[in-house]
């Protein structure tokens, strides 16, 4: 049980089983709140900081259990649903499949609901209403991350820290970070890079793996698809790069958006004089070892109380991951507009001709995370 003096985070899933989020078997925590908004996005759960409360009108059964649970005495399909929550006369008159406005989540948990754990998700017994995101203790996450360690150790896996973008709850994925790696358990740390160097880079020392985003290398068009710059970005993966740190980089292939040949092109050079930059801190690395003294880089990891980067074997990756349409019916389900709707699945022969584009320039790659 978590004590209320613990670091605390807000999460929408943790995924066990998983063998797409880096290496092994693995666990995915998937953090809220996220400071970028791509037009491709599957995730849309993950944007917000905040709980949401949503409901899917197709799967409410009219039982009232909600209602019931609400010591409050609103009507949370009502709420979720934009409505006016005090209006009890409403209830009868619900339509299922009524709109419900675009940011009504979030505005139905911060007034009236943002005191409450939501027992009226908790007693809908069709996951009709939902409670995206549940606040967690340092300690209760990692009784449940805990569980799964003897199938990480057998398999090469751990645990991925997803979102959302997990940087945005920079210190309670630290303390997570911190915890796992005094049990041994090893970790990922799935990121679009969008954080200050020294929250990044804080991270990025304490994980054992960086699965990085790479979306588009021109400025102009990265700030129209996910609303900022790529300036922080291209910097902290440049950094990562240059300690020497494991990663590898995920480059969403979305058709009208990342998928065109002269941006794939600059992408991968990109990724040479990172893989470049990496290689030379990784052999300044193996001669002060090898002489018995303490590179550079572990010198100034020491005085921020970092431990050394040791190699653990990962060498850099291209993961080239095809658009998917899942996300289509979450955007459906709150009312918000999706930029990709008319967006289409990448062929495979594409997705081959993508990765011909790194393998060229001697890079590893492969199709999939
Ligand atoms: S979240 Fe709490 S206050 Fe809000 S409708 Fe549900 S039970 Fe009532
Ligand atoms: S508890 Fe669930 S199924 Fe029952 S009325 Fe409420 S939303 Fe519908």
């Not at 880096?22 to 925590?29: I, Q, S, Y």
């Not at 911190?178 to 969008?194: F, H, L, Q, V, W």
């Not at 958006?257 to 990724?271: R, V």
């Not at 080239?320 to 022969?349: C, F, M, N, Q, W």
Request: with cysteine; hydrophobic share 40%.
């Amino acid at each position: 049980m978590s004590s209320l003096h613990e670091p605390r985070g807000l999460i929408f899933d943790i995924r066990r089983n998983s063998y797409h989020d880096g290496p092994g078997l693995r666990t995915t925590v998937f953090l809220k709140g996220c400071p970028l908004s791509c037009a491709w996005c599957h995730n849309p759960e993950g944007l917000s900081p905040l709980p949401e409360l949503l409901f899917r009108p197709l799967r409410c059964i009219d039982c009232d259990a909600c209602a019931n649970a609400c010591a409050k005495g609103l009507l949370p399909r009502e709420l979720a649903a934009g409505g006016d929550p005090t209006a009890r006369g409403r209830a009868g008159s619900y339509i299922p499949g009524a709109a419900f406005g675009a940011d009504s989540s979030e505005k139905s948990l911060r007034s009236p609901c943002a005191d409450c754990a939501a027992p009226c998700a908790e007693a809908c017994p069709s996951e009709a209403l939902q409670l995206m995101g549940r606040a967690i203790g340092l300690s209760d996450l990692m009784a449940e991350l805990r569980a799964d360690k003897v199938f990480y150790e057998a398999s090469g896996g751990g645990v991925t820290f997803s979102g959302g973008e997990p940087l945005a709850q920079a210190g309670f994925l630290s303390a997570v970070l911190d915890a796992c790696r005094a049990e041994g358990i090893k970790t990922a740390i799935e990121t679009s890079s969008y954080a200050k160097p020294a929250i990044f880079m804080n991270a990025a020392l304490k994980t054992d793996l960086l699965l990085l985003d790479l979306k588009v290398m021109d400025a102009a068009r990265h700030r129209a698809y996910t609303g900022r710059s790529n300036f922080l970005i291209l910097e902290n993966i440049q950094s990562a790069a240059r300690e020497g740190l494991a990663y590898a980089l995920r480059v969403p292939l979305v058709p009208g958006f990342t998928d065109y040949d002269a941006g794939l092109e600059a992408m991968a050079d990109f990724a040479l004089g990172l893989e470049k930059s990496w290689q030379e801190a990784r052999e300044c690395s193996s001669k002060t070892a090898a002489a018995g003294e303490t590179s550079p880089l572990d010198q100034g990891r020491a005085g921020e109380g970092h431990s050394p980067v040791s190699d653990n074997g990962y060498r850099p990756e291209i993961h080239i991951l095809a658009y998917h349409d899942a996300g289509k019916a979450k955007y459906a389900a709150r009312k918000l507009l999706y930029h990709a709707e008319a967006t289409a699945v990448p062929s495979r022969e594409r997705l081959e001709a993508v990765a011909g584009i790194f393998s060229r320039r001697g890079l590893r790659v492969r199709i999939g995370g």
